[in-house]
């Protein structure tokens, strides 16, 4: 079964370090996102992306953070400068629209201290 | 809009027992419907998904969901409980595509919890 991954499983950095959280989506999926889960609560919506530029985004998905796919095959989540609120799980999840339903990765936990 | 409300926050089971996690939802248009599991440090695992064809949908590990449009309900049921199904479950409503840019709406999950 095709798989979508991330790295690493777990960062930790520092308050007002970048960090850059790296996905490889299942390779004829066109549609990729990026979701948050901070320990606890439910999972959110960050970004939608397609074609190359962002398709829908929420709230909390402000200047602080930046998606790219910038070869073809990783799709990658920056934070610029990274807040202790920011500490949570990121999910990244890939979708080919006509098969209806993502695939998830096993996610990155990131750790701001 | 579309959002999901999971009515238990946390269910426990005894091993060998039936399990039920209920979900309702609410959609302005025909929804897409989807359990997914999510075991301690793990990511999230699609168990099943309702895409407009039979309501009632056979998942990985021996569970199963009914769509049921009157009730606004798709809970999720498995006959009997293995200690490996403790996790948490998320129910999750999409809207079509073309509508939303296919956004999931993810519920406030359910713990499971299996006492041997």
């Known amino acids: 079964e095709p798989e979508v991954t991330q790295t690493p499983s777990h960062q930790v950095t520092q308050m007002g370090q970048e960090v850059i959280l790296r996905c490889v989506p299942i390779?004829?999926?066109?549609?990729f996102y990026w979701y948050r889960q901070i320990l606890g609560q439910k999972v959110e919506f960050l970004v939608s992306?397609?074609?190359?530029?962002?398709?829908?985004k929420s709230e909390i998905f402000d200047d602080q953070f930046s998606v790219e796919r910038p070869d073809g095959s990783n799709f990658t989540l920056k934070i610029r400068s990274t807040k202790l609120e920011d500490s949570a799980m990121y999910f990244c999840?890939?979708?080919?629209?006509?098969?209806?339903?993502?695939?998830f990765g096993s996610g990155t936990r990131l750790t701001v201290v | 809009a579309q959002s999901v409300t999971q009515l238990d926050s946390h269910v426990s089971v005894s091993e060998g027992t039936p399990v039920l996690l209920r979900c309702n939802y609410s959609s302005s248009y025909s929804p897409s419907l989807f359990w997914y599991v999510q075991h301690p440090n793990k990511g999230l695992q699609l168990l099943l998904k309702?895409?407009?064809?039979?309501?009632l949908v056979k998942g990985i590990n021996g569970f199963e969901a009914e769509f049921k449009k009157s009730e606004t309900s798709f809970h999720l049921t498995k006959p009997s409980a293995h200690m490996s199904d403790a996790a948490e479950y998320f129910c999750v409503v999409s809207a079509p595509p073309a509508l939303t840019g296919n956004q999931f709406y993810f519920g406030t999950g359910t713990s499971l919890t299996v006492i041997p």
């Open positions: 390779s004829n999926h066109l549609y």
């Open positions: 999840a890939s979708n080919d629209r006509d098969n209806y339903g993502y695939t």
């Open positions: 309702y895409t407009s064809a039979a309501t």
């Open positions: 992306f397609y074609n190359n530029e962002i398709s829908e």
